[in-house]
């Protein structure tokens, strides 16, 4: 466990610069986000928090993509560290997460923020039993939202490092065209995956385990009622996935990854 959180200390101050750039930046979009509520800009202000919200999703997966090219100039260290190769990609991983949730509850202190004031506005101008329900929605299963947002990161990040590690494994008797085998990767979760979820296989492996949850807020309007199913097989299904990519890539490192 020492060994373990030693990597940990050492992906900080390899990532340190980096992390506090991008903080700079998610403070510097907030305080803008802010000054267009305040100014009354129309959606301005609420169509950037949105924007800056969602790339986090990506956040882990740059993240994983920039530290590992990093290591394969100085592969004949990093491989050569008593540890497995589980180990070191997961240091990496847990480094990238926590400065992705620092960056990611700064995003959405503003973003709430900005809300808050916006919804102001908008109670003067609509119905205030739409805004206000909009409002209960937000402040009742927001907390869902971004737990699905940082399981996607997370998904992203793992299927970044899987391109950057299966390139990284065929250097040595691939010398050019390496590329081509991380855009193979990158169609797996992408093309590949969406291609899947639309067969039947696929609803019968993971539509299992309905989850309703009613948007109440909004159901206490006049003929209107909405609920968002979340399915325990496809969660399950997910989590094996990730699973079995980490355990890929760990392996891959160990076995495959020449200096």
């Not at 750039?21 to 000054?35: F, R």
């Not at 939202?145 to 490092?161: D, H, Q």
């Not at 855009?183 to 969406?194: A, E, H, N, R």
């Amino acid at each position: 466990m020492g060994t373990w959180v030693s990597l940990l200390k050492k992906e900080f101050k390899m990532t340190r610069s980096s992390v506090l750039w991008g903080l700079v930046i998610v403070i510097a979009a907030g305080l803008l986000e802010l000054y267009l509520a305040y100014q009354h800009s129309g959606p301005a202000a609420t169509v950037l928090a949105i924007v800056v919200v969602g790339l986090h999703i990506f956040y882990l997966a740059i993240y994983m993509l920039k530290s590992l090219s990093n290591e394969w100039n100085n592969a004949h260290l990093w491989l050569h560290l008593p540890r497995s190769g589980w180990s070191l990609i997961s240091a990496k991983l847990a480094s990238g997460l926590i400065a992705m949730l620092l960056s990611l509850i700064i995003t959405c202190i503003f973003a709430f923020w900005v809300a808050a004031v916006e919804f102001k506005i908008f109670t003067q101008v609509y119905d205030p039993q739409i805004t206000e329900a909009v409002w209960s929605i937000i402040l009742n299963y927001g907390w869902v939202v971004v737990m699905l947002f940082i399981a996607g990161a997370i998904y992203n990040g793992l299927w970044a490092m899987m391109i950057s590690v299966a390139m990284a494994s065929t250097r040595n008797f691939i010398k050019k065209g390496r590329f081509f085998i991380g855009v193979g990767v990158f169609l797996i979760p992408t093309w590949g995956m969406g291609a899947f979820q639309e067969t039947i296989a696929y609803d019968l492996l993971v539509k299992w385990g309905a989850i309703n949850i009613p948007l109440t807020a909004l159901n206490s309007l006049e003929h209107v009622y909405v609920q968002q199913t979340i399915h325990v097989g496809e969660i399950l299904f997910f989590t094996l996935v990730m699973a079995a990519v980490f355990y890929f890539c760990g392996w891959l490192l160990d076995n495959k990854v020449e200096v």
